[in-house]
């Protein structure tokens, strides 16, 4: 059976590249990684993906004059390399989506979207945030990336308990776990073509 072929796309430690490498490594998901690319020469997810020999490229914004020429050369390299599905794994760059990559890229939110999401919210701003408002409820979501900040489809969603002794330490770690477990399933999802999209709304069969 033909694979999937992903691109990871990331800008730091790649922890979420690591973890697609180790399901993959185990068998529990079948997809060939087709190219890695970086937003920051110094990425330390750079080393897992040399020692996974998945190809890397390095493509900095500030290397090019505006958004769209920047989005050209990502997705023109996702092009060369066959790429079938994109997937940010902690990437901080904005990008332009081109017609023939919509509903083929996806990213994780640490948040229940369209709660604590949009332009600034990342990293820890989403947890204290969540806290500072007295929610009860976070998690994450997955979801297919638009030309809008974490708006577009969502796919999946998984939620854990924000506890009142929580820091926005202690919930980054739980959600943590929901992502390290949620979109390695999203993924084998979309690889076994058990995805599908109307309108807004995805259907994700068993």
Do not use: W
Not at 84 to 104: C, S, T
């Amino acid at each position: 059976m033909t694979r999937l072929r992903v691109a990871v796309l990331i800008s730091g430690s790649g922890s979420t590249l690591a973890n697609l490498i180790e399901y993959q490594r185990r068998g529990e998901l079948l997809i060939d990684f087709a190219l890695v690319i970086s937003s920051n020469p110094k990425a330390g997810g750079l080393r897992h993906a040399e020692q996974a020999s998945i190809p890397t490229e390095v493509v900095a914004r500030k290397n090019f004059t505006d958004q769209q020429a920047h989005s050209q050369q990502i997705f023109g390299l996702c092009r060369k390399h066959d790429v079938q599905l994109v997937v940010m794994g902690g990437y901080l760059e904005h990008l332009g989506i081109p017609d023939d990559f919509a509903n083929r890229v996806i990213n994780i939110h640490p948040a229940l979207i369209p709660a604590f999401s949009g332009q600034g919210y990342y990293g820890l701003r989403v947890h204290t945030a969540a806290i500072e408002y007295g929610v009860k409820l976070s998690g994450c979501t997955v979801h297919f990336v638009d030309n809008q900040y974490d708006h577009g489809p969502i796919i999946a969603q998984r939620s854990c308990p924000v506890l009142d002794s929580d820091s926005p330490q202690d919930l980054q770690q739980r959600i943590g776990e929901l992502e390290r477990q949620l979109y390695p399933e999203v993924i084998a999802a979309i690889a076994t073509g058990r995805v599908t999209v109307t309108d807004r709304r995805v259907f994700v069969g068993s």
